[in-house]
C-alpha cells in the first residue's frame, strides 16, 4: 500500500480537452510536489505546494494543495500532445537523514491529436 | 548552475554478472544523493540514500549496494546480478534540509536476461 494514491492510473484524451488527476493520502504533508516524467528521462519537478489550500498555476497547469494537506490535484486545461507523460506526486516523509520523498504511483496521460 | 549525470544510459546484462552505476553532480556542495528504481513506468522505489561521504542507508534489502567515494558521486553495484534486477535507475541529488525537491538524472535502462 502506497502512502499516496494517485488517480486515475492512465488517462488517454484528445487535444483540446481538460482533465484532473488526484494525489491522495491519509497523511499530512508539510509540502507535496508535482513531477512529470517522459519515456526515457527522470522526472523534472513541476511545482511545490507547501500551504494547505494553495493553489498554483503554470500556464495551463493548475495545482491545488488540499485544505488539510491530506490531497493534492492536477488539472490542465486544452490538453496538449505535449503534456504527455507520467505525472508523479511525492511527498516528504522528514527523517533523521533529513528530507525524502515517497511517491505516487503516478498517472500516465496521453494526449492524442 | 547544477547539474547531474549518470551511465550508462542503457544496459544489458547477463544473470550473475556484476553491475556499475555512476552519477555525478555538478555546481552543488554536499548533496543528498538518491538511488530510486522504477518498474514499468510507474512510481519510484527509493533503494539508497546517502548524506555524505561513505554514509549510505538502504531502504530496500536486496541484491545491490551503493557507495559514496566522494562528495559529488555516487555509484550502484550489484556483484551477481538477477532478471529481478531489470529496470530503469534514477540517481537523484536534492539540497540538505530543505523543501526536499528531487532533481534527476537520465535514468539507466537496466536488461537482465
Known amino acids: 500500500t502506497q502512502l499516496l494514491e494517485q488517480s486515475p492510473q492512465f488517462l488517454s484524451i484528445q487535444e483540446g480537452e481538460n482533465l484532473t488527476v488526484y494525489c491522495n493520502s491519509s497523511?499530512?504533508?508539510?509540502?507535496l510536489q508535482w513531477y512529470r516524467q517522459e519515456p526515457g528521462e527522470g522526472p523534472v519537478l513541476l511545482v511545490t505546494v507547501v500551504t494547505g489550500g494553495e493553489v498554483k498555476k503554470l500556464k495551463r497547469l493548475t495545482f491545488q494543495f488540499g485544505d488539510a494537506r491530506k490531497d493534492s490535484s492536477l488539472h490542465i486545461t486544452a490538453a496538449q500532445p505535449g503534456d504527455t507523460g507520467l505525472y508523479l506526486c511525492a511527498g516528504p516523509l522528514n527523517n533523521n537523514a533529513g528530507n525524502m520523498l515517497t511517491f505516487g504511483g503516478g498517472t500516465r496521460l496521453m494526449v492524442k491529436p | 548552475s547544477q547539474t547531474i549525470h549518470q551511465w550508462p544510459a542503457t544496459l544489458v546484462q547477463p544473470v550473475g554478472s556484476p553491475l556499475s552505476l555512476e552519477c555525478t553532480v555538478e555546481?552543488?556542495?554536499?548533496?543528498?544523493l538518491y538511488w530510486y528504481r522504477q518498474a514499468a513506468g510507474r512510481g519510484l522505489q527509493l533503494l539508497f540514500y546517502?548524506?555524505?561521504?561513505?554514509?549510505i542507508s538502504s531502504e530496500v534489502p536486496q541484491n545491490l549496494s551503493a557507495s559514496r567515494p566522494q562528495d559529488r558521486q555516487f555509484i550502484l553495484s550489484s556483484k551477481k546480478l538477477l532478471l529481478s534486477d531489470s529496470g530503469f535507475y534514477l540517481c537523484?541529488?536534492?539540497?540538505?534540509?530543505?523543501?526536499?525537491?528531487?532533481?534527476f538524472g537520465e535514468g539507466s535502462r537496466l536488461t537482465v536476461l
Open positions: 555546481g552543488t556542495s554536499n548533496p543528498n
Open positions: 497523511s499530512v504533508f508539510s509540502s
Open positions: 546517502s548524506v555524505g561521504i561513505g554514509q
Open positions: 537523484a541529488w536534492s539540497v540538505l534540509f530543505v523543501t526536499g525537491e528531487l532533481f
